[in-house]
Structure formats: structure tokens, C-alpha cells
């Protein structure tokens, strides 16, 4: 892309790339969460609605979109946010326009082959030994960077936060499968969003995705508007990676540093003992 949003380091919190209106799931107007974001001094905000294959109100929601920009101090951006389907990187969207800025791939369920899967089953299926939680991992991996693959203008949406309600930690995603992520982020030029709602992906995780050259975005994922541009897990991952910006190694990340929580309860990198 050559969006002049992107490819700035490492994370610009003027910026809320994902916020709901009531357009889907949202509690306020497009309007107003256009006027909470101007409140909140932000530079760019991207609106993104839930959608599904059978979503008939996409061209009502584009057109009231660029009618909100046309005047707008802001630089405004219009999304959708779509579920795996499979395995194979299927989102459950519509037949998308060149409208469309930009399509959030989302992990509200687990993509196992053909098919996904609610997470409370996954996990009961994980706790009866039918199935391990390095294939769920895979599943996850797989449907990321074929959707990556498989779509343009997609911006991956909170990354692994289906996680803890499989009973699975971040830790145990191998440094193999995040590095097929980076890989296939760089090579198909993928932002990948860092969830305020979902606090995902981990400050370990944004880390190494950054130091591997991923480009990362700023977002609320707000469903009030009170909410957007206001920033706690967001703004300690962009502390953390301001830190770092001057490594060149993601394996020094990985090997040398661990999360730790301070008095504050907030996530930090120190060193490793």
C-alpha cells in the first residue's frame, strides 16, 4: 500500500484505526464518533462495521461515510471487520468495492480446515485430549496469512485474542509461527492492528512483530464513543517499541527480555534474569 497512513514507526496514537458505530455492534452515530475523535485531537480515524456475507446496508454505510469527509479535519478511512471462515483464509464478507479502505480479518472463531469453530467448544475439545492446542495455534496461523494472501487492503484485527478464551497462553505460540506472520505481513504489506478492547497482541508479540519490519496501527476498537483515541494497552506497547526501535533482532527480544507486570499494573520489557 501507499496509503501515506502507513509506514510510520512505531505507533501513532493521534491515529484510531478501528472504531463501531451503530452501523453494526456500535452504541453511537457515525457522527458521533466523528466528533468524539475530533474532541480527542486525532489525526486519522477509520470507521469498521461487522459485516457478513448477507450484509445488505454496505452501500448505505460507504456512501454516509464519504459524505462525513468530504469538509473533515480528519483523514478518514472506511473498513469492515469479517470473521475467519476456514482455514484458508475465507472471511465472511460481501463482495467488497474499491470503496472499501481497508478489510479487518478477525479470530472470533477458531478456523480448524473447512470450517470454524465457537471457542467454547474448541476448548472443552482441547480439555478431552481430542484436539491440541498446537493444532488450534495452527489453524489460527494458517487462516492469518492466507487471509493475507487471499485479500487486498487487509489489516489483520487483534491478533490472537481468541487465545485466553481457549485456555491457551501467548506463550505457547512457537517463534516459528509468529515469524510466518511477520513474514507474510512484510511480504504483502499488512498492517497489523494493536487492540486497546482486546489488549492484543502482547507487548512480547508487537515487539517481535515490529522488529521484523511489520507495520503496526493504533486502535480502540471502541463500541462507544467515549472511547476512541483513548489509549492504556496501546500506549505501553508504543512505549516499549519506542524503546526498542533500535534493534535489529527479533531473536534479542525474545531470548533477553520477558513481561513483567510494575506496581501500576502496567506491561513493560525488562530484561530477563
Sequence with gaps: MSDKSLHRYPLQLDEDWHVHSTYSDGKGTLEENLSAAEAAGLTLLCFVEHV?????????????????????????????????????????????????????????????GMSCYCPKDVKQWIEQGMITKERVILGIVNATCAAMKRYKN?????????????????????????????????????????????????IRTASFLYLQGVQLVASTDSHISRRIGKYHHVANVHSALSRFSKMHSSQTVDARFHIQADNDAKETLVPAA
Design 154 to 202: 487487509i489489516v489483520i484485527a487483534h491478533l490472537f485474542s481468541i487465545l485466553p478464551k481457549l485456555g491457551i497462553l501467548i506463550e505457547e505460540v512457537r517463534l516459528e509461527h509468529l515469524m510466518r506472520i511477520a513474514e507474510c505481513a512484510r511480504e504483502t504489506n499488512t498492517p497489523i492492528e494493536v487492540d486497546e478492547r482486546w489488549c492484543a497482541p502482547d
Design 52 to 112: 457478513r456475507k448477507d450484509s445488505d446496508w454496505l452501500d448505505a454505510y460507504i456512501k454516509h461515510c464519504a459524505h462525513l469527509r468530504q469538509g473533515s479535519p480528519l483523514e478518514i478511512k472506511i473498513g469492515v471487520e469479517a470473521k475467519f471462515q476456514d482455514e484458508f483464509g475465507t472471511l465472511d464478507c460481501p463482495e467488497l468495492t474499491d470503496e472499501i479502505d481497508y478489510v479487518f480479518a478477525a479470530d472470533h472463531r477458531v478456523p480448524l
